[in-house]
């Protein structure tokens, strides 16, 4: 059974930022492509950023290109996701995925954790 496990979200001020967690269990974490994903109020699940196994490769959305990071550490089966210039518009629930897809598509994931609120005010 695999599972994931989010941290790190809050309310933040516009132009802050916050480092979000997702903690892995399971033996093959590196076999994973890792997504994190956001849902809007009143909004459906949209893509954020991927990395790859090995993490060379990373993936994002135009939205959050240039002030997100994402990164992994194989050793602590652990993918993070850096918040920088947050904006209002960011605010939303976020949740991580493991998948073997590589895609910004939610269904080529195979799970999901429980998702943290972010919340970031003007």
């Known amino acids: 059974q695999v599972q994931l496990v989010e941290s790190g979200g809050g309310l933040v001020q516009a132009g802050g930022s916050l480092r979000l967690s997702c903690a892995v269990s399971g033996r093959t974490f590196t076999s994973y492509i890792m997504g994190w994903f956001r849902q809007p109020p009143g909004k459906e699940r949209e893509f954020v950023a991927l990395i790859t196994g090995s993490g060379r490769t990373t993936n994002y959305a135009d939205s959050v290109k240039g002030r997100f990071t994402i990164s992994r550490d194989n050793a602590k089966s652990t993918v993070f996701l850096q918040m920088n210039s947050l904006e209002p518009e960011d605010t939303a629930v976020y949740y991580c995925?493991?998948?073997?897809?590589?895609?910004?598509?939610?269904?080529?994931?195979?799970?999901w954790g429980q998702g943290t609120q972010v919340t970031v005010s003007s």
């Open positions: 995925a493991a998948g073997y897809g590589g895609t910004s598509v939610p269904k080529h994931y195979n799970y």
